[in-house]
């Protein structure tokens, strides 16, 4: 009866569902896939890397070692997920501040857009960081750098700051409200324009 009710019996342990173990990957090396010959040895290469000859040295045996996973590269791919939720968390922010304090519509309709980047940045930098756990549970070799995310990041973040930019400065020419800072522009303009003019010099 002990046997039946232990959930470590034979009997419980062989309705178990049979899984198959993820494949592990090996370290790539140089060595060639060689076999014994007649005498049990392997064949031989000539040593090219010698100092004053090239002699003849036999190929190693290929053993294929497992991919070490050390702890830092764990800790690295949490590290990249706190960095993708904190810019999440402030382009969020930044939507909250904006809805809450404005109630012009274009600061809300932009509220709202700096709202999606800020959901988008976190669905990406979750589904990175599972991608990643995913392959360093298979100790897959492959590539961990993603270049596109963050390009995608900076250009949407780039084009709503000008897009805004534009926006408010269309509603001043319109409103005929001076634009902070347009003075500077045309003094700096003319200084460059006076600058670049060449004065003729009389032939002596």
């Known amino acids: 009866m ?3 009710l232990s959930p470590f019996s ?14 592990r990957y090996h370290r790539a090396d140089g060595i060639p896939e060689t076999e014994q010959d007649d005498n049990g040895q392997r064949p031989t290469v000539q040593d090219y890397h010698a100092i004053h000859s090239a002699p003849k040295v036999r190929v190693p045996k290929k053993v294929p070692t497992p991919v070490k996973v050390e702890a830092k590269v764990w800790f690295a791919n949490e590290r990249t997920w706190v960095g993708w939720l904190d810019l999440s ?3 969020g922010t ?3 501040a904006l809805l809450n304090a404005s109630k012009d519509p274009v600061a809300r309709n932009f509220a709202y857009v700096y709202a999606l980047i800020s959901v988008g940045v976190l669905i990406y930098g979750y589904s ?3 991608h990643r756990i995913s392959m360093i549970r298979r100790r897959d ?8 995310g963050p390009v995608v990041v900076s250009l949407l973040l780039f084009f709503a ?4 930019f534009v926006i408010r400065v269309r509603e001043l020419k319109e409103k005929n409200v001076p634009i902070p800072g347009a003075d500077l522009l045309q003094m700096f303009s003319r200084n460059v324009s006076a600058n670049s003019t060449i004065v003729p010099r009389p032939f002596a």
């Open 2 to 4: 002990t046997d039946i």
């Open 10 to 23: 034979s009997s419980a342990l062989a309705s178990l569902p049979r899984l198959r173990r993820p494949v």
């Open 89 to 91: 968390i402030v382009i």
């Open 94 to 96: 930044l939507a909250l």
């Open 128 to 130: 990175l960081y599972q």
């Open 141 to 148: 070799p492959g590539h961990f750098d993603m270049i596109a």
């Open 161 to 164: 700051v000008l897009a805004n």
